[in-house]
Every structure is written in C-alpha cells, then in structure tokens.
C-alpha cells in the first residue's frame, strides 16, 4: 500500500488541548496565588486583632484603677464637705458659747465633748454666775453642776461647772 500523502507527525496534544491546559494552568496558579494572599492578609489581620485585644486589655485595667481613684476622691470629698460643715458648726457653738459668757466671769478652761460642756474659770460672787451664766446653761443642758472655791489671793470665787445634755442616769447607762 501505498499512499499520496506524506505522513505528518501527529502531536500528543492537540493545539486545543495545550491551549485549554495552559488556560487551567494559568487560573489553577492565580487561585494559588489569590489563596495564599488571603491566608496572609487573615494571619496580618490575626496579629492585629491580637495586638489591639491586648492593648484593649491594658487601657480596661488602667480604666478600672481610674475608677477605683475616682471613688476615692469622690469619698474624699464627700468627707472633705461633712469636716467643713462639722468645723462651721463647731466654729459656731464656740462662738455662741463665748456669747453667753459675760464680762464678769473669766473662764480658764473650756472642754467640748459630744455631750459634755466643761467650763472652769473665776467670778467675783456666786451670785454674779448664777443670774448671769447658769440660766442659759441650764436652757441648753439637761444636767448643770457647778463647784464653787473661794480663792483668797485674788478675792474672787473659782468655779467649775459640768454641763450635759444627758441625764445622769442616761451617762451612767452609756457607760455600761
């Protein structure tokens, strides 16, 4: 047998065949490619993310501990206000405490405590302390005593009066 035509080498692909291949092979290495770009921008977002939460935790500790400093200077505050308001009070009843007092009668010693009044001082006759200083003392205070010493160096009498706002068997219960 014999032919007129030469044989031509037939090749293992096709012209279509590598044309198809190489399109598969060239979008096969772009989803690759796309696909370790994205795990890359994932794992950068990851230590981000990471980064920030602990940068997060950080600024939440130091808000608490802000907190914990404003409390107290709210509480110091509020106390700063409740010792201005005893100090005026205070500062009043001393006042009208020397008020009461007249010109006659010294006093030496003056001791405030929350419910006893202690006042020691000299007065020319007893009489002058009791029309010009008990009655408002006694006004005021549930309990007045008063002890009287003549001194002879100044020719005047001593006294020390305590005063509460107590009776004495309430004191005597208080201190059981």
């Known amino acids: 047998m014999y032919s007129y035509k030469t044989p031509r080498k037939k090749p293992l692909f096709s012209r279509d065949s590598l ?3 190489s399109f598969v092979g060239i979008v096969f290495t772009a989803l690759v490619a796309f696909g370790l770009y994205l795990y890359y921008q994932a794992s950068q977002y990851k230590h981000a993310l990471e980064s920030v939460e602990a940068s997060n935790n950080v600024l939440s500790q130091s808000v608490m501990g802000y907190e914990k400093e404003l409390k107290i200077f709210k509480m110091q505050e509020t106390l700063g206000k409740e010792v201005r308001a005893s100090n005026i009070l205070l500062k009043n009843s001393i006042k009208n405490l020397f008020d009461l007092v007249p010109d006659q009668i010294v006093l030496t010693k003056v001791m405030m405590q929350k419910d006893l009044l202690e006042l020691e001082g000299t007065t020319p006759t007893k009489d ?3 029309l010009l200083l008990e009655p408002p003392l006694k006004s005021i205070f549930k ?3 008063v002890n ?3 001194n002879t ?3 005047k009498y001593e006294f020390k009066s ?3 706002v107590a009776d004495e068997q309430e004191m005597n219960d208080g201190k059981k």
């Open 128 to 130: 002058t302390y009791r």
């Open 148 to 150: 009287y010493i003549f």
């Open 162 to 164: 305590l005063n509460s």
């Open 153 to 155: 160096q100044l020719g």
């Open 143 to 145: 309990r007045s005593r």
């Open 19 to 21: 044309l198809w291949m």
